[in-house]
């Protein structure tokens, strides 16, 4: 890398240390954790199921087929044991990697009826304690596992409706909402080697704006039951991102006898969730047993080919202004060069199973398989920073509990309000298949490759309380 791109590569490692942790950033909570214990406890497998709120997120058309009205409290929870190994790591070249943050995450979702056959849906889901968070990366000796990190700390919010046209056949609407926010405008010296001048640090102050911003994807289905105990699923979500945008104010020293201000413009897209498209299947076997499997496609090479991708874009003065004039403060920095990260559309299957137990079925338990692909073709460790990810395999298990009386019960057919509850939980063991790559390593003297491998375990769960009434 040249002296230039290392000074600028400075400032923006530096922009990032004095806002937010370094961590990754792609996929929004839903993506990767879903939602309600249900589906996560049944592999995810949630396109083609019915009865509670999550289907705002996977099939606004089930909402059609809640049983009743019903709110529903619930927590989940994820902590990381990925990491990197072998000779690069071992001897400097590359990073040991951040740790993952434990996450904490809460959300709240209701299932309402309503006149003309519309059922309305909606969720919120937040982190905790860190609400909203904007995220800033630059390029760094730091592995960084793109599927994981600060992208989990957001305010996603999803809204939905169903029209039942027929009995066998429903369709859905809604819309999803993320809500990212910057902790402020941020003041800082960094030292930056000069344009030419490697030995001698150039102390320049910036400034980063702050505020809340918002993101809006829209999401269709269908859901079909071409029988009583058959239902097929059909879900597309758009694409959901927020890019940041802005100019950063920075004030350089020339021989330390005058101030000269400049801007740079800095953009990136921090969070990004693809197009997708699910299909997916239920079925109910003797009304003890349901079944279901879903394949959902993700349309992830678009986040390079139309978006900006995971770094830091930097964009100085137009290029023939510092060829007339390049001793203006802003030409001293030029942009680490442009490069292929190697994301790439990937196809995800999952299934799943629940039993029915005790009278009337109020006992649950499920268990549940997901394959994620990697999104990216093959680990990417070149200058302008180090991205990892690989296949991961998830199994899953969880119970469900029901209690008060069910609006299909026949001895409570009557015109008294009704309530009813439910509690369900899931654990779910997440294993990355360990994957190997190669690192240059280059100094004055020589160039040298060095292996590393990386993988390791993601483990969460999770509990919702739910109330109900008819």
Same mark, same amino acid.
């Given at each position: 890398m040249s002296p230039r791109a290392a000074g600028l590569a400075t400032l923006c490692a530096a922009c990032l240390v004095a806002s937010v942790p370094r961590v990754a950033h792609a996929s929004p909570a839903e993506d990767l954790q879903g939602l309600h214990a249900r589906a996560n406890a049944m592999g995810g497998a949630g396109t083609a199921l019915y009865g509670d709120f999550s289907a705002v997120y996977y099939n606004?058309?089930?909402?059609?087929?809640?049983?009743?009205?019903?709110?529903?409290?619930?927590?989940?929870?994820?902590?990381? #044991?990925?990491?990197?190994?072998?000779?690069?790591?071992?001897?400097?070249?590359?990073?040991?990697?951040?740790?993952?943050?434990?996450?904490?995450?809460?959300?709240?979702?209701?299932? @309402?009826?309503?006149p003309a056959h519309l059922t309305l849906g909606f969720a919120i889901g937040m982190e905790v304690p860190n609400v909203i968070q904007l995220e800033l990366v630059s390029p760094d000796a730091q592995p960084r596992f793109v599927e994981y990190g600060a992208n989990l700390q957001g305010l996603t919010a999803l809204l939905g409706v169903a029209y039942r046209v027929s009995p066998e056949l429903a369709l859905g609407a809604g819309v999803s909402v993320l809500a990212t926010a910057g902790l402020g405008d941020i003041l800082a010296l960094i030292p930056v080697p000069a344009k030419g001048d490697t030995e001698t640090p150039r102390y320049v102050r910036f400034r980063i704006p702050g505020g809340v911003r918002l993101s809006f994807a829209p999401i269709a289905s269908v859901l079909w039951s071409p029988r009583r105990d058959w239902h097929l699923g059909l879900t597309y979500r758009g694409e959901l991102y927020f890019g940041f945008d802005g100019n950063v104010n920075i004030v350089a020293p020339v021989l330390?006898? +005058?101030?000269?201000? %400049?801007?740079?413009?800095?953009?990136?897209?921090?969070?990004?969730?693809? !197009?997708?498209?699910?299909?997916? +299947?239920?079925? @109910?076997?003797?009304?003890?047993?349901? +079944?279901?499997? #879903?394949?959902?496609?993700?349309?992830?090479?678009?986040?390079?080919?139309?978006?900006?991708?995971?770094?830091? !874009?930097?964009?100085?003065? &137009?290029?023939? @202004?510092?060829?007339?004039? &390049?001793?203006?403060?802003?030409?001293?920095?030029?942009?680490? &060069?442009?490069?292929?990260y190697g994301y790439r559309d990937i196809v995800a299957p999952r299934a799943g199973a629940e039993v029915r137990l005790l009278d009337g079925g109020r006992l649950s338990v499920r268990g549940g398989y997901g394959f994620r692909p990697a999104v990216l073709a093959a680990p990417n460790t070149k200058a302008i920073g180090n991205l990892l990810d690989a296949n991961v395999h998830s199994f899953s298990a969880g119970v469900g509990y029901r209690f008060g009386p069910q609006p299909?019960?026949? %001895?409570?057919?009557?015109?008294?309000?009704?309530?009813?509850?439910?509690? #369900?939980?899931?654990?779910?063991?997440? +294993?990355?298949?360990?994957?190997?790559?190669t690192l240059r390593v280059e100094d004055s003297a020589s160039t040298t490759t060095e292996g590393y491998s990386f993988g390791g375990a993601i483990y969460a769960f999770g509990l919702d309380l739910t109330l109900g009434w008819f």
């Open positions: 606004p058309a089930a909402l059609s087929r809640c049983p009743n009205s019903q709110l529903t409290v619930g927590a989940r929870f994820t902590t990381y #044991d990925l990491h990197p190994s072998g000779q690069a790591v071992r001897s400097g070249a590359l990073g040991a990697g951040p740790s993952l943050p434990f996450h904490s995450r809460l959300s709240i979702g209701t299932c @309402e009826h309503l330390s006898i +005058v101030d000269v201000r %400049a801007q740079m413009r800095l953009q990136q897209d921090t969070w990004y969730s693809p !197009h997708q498209i699910a299909v997916g +299947v239920s079925h @109910e076997i003797r009304e003890r047993w349901t +079944v279901a499997a #879903d394949l959902t496609w993700y349309h992830y090479s678009a986040f390079e080919s139309r978006r900006l991708g995971p770094f830091m !874009h930097i964009t100085v003065r &137009p290029p023939d @202004e510092c060829q007339n004039t &390049p001793t203006l403060v802003s030409c001293m920095f030029v942009a680490p &060069p442009s490069a292929r299909n019960d026949v %001895a409570t057919a009557t015109a008294e309000r009704r309530a009813n509850g439910a509690i #369900d939980a899931y654990g779910r063991a997440s +294993v990355m298949q360990r994957r190997n790559g």
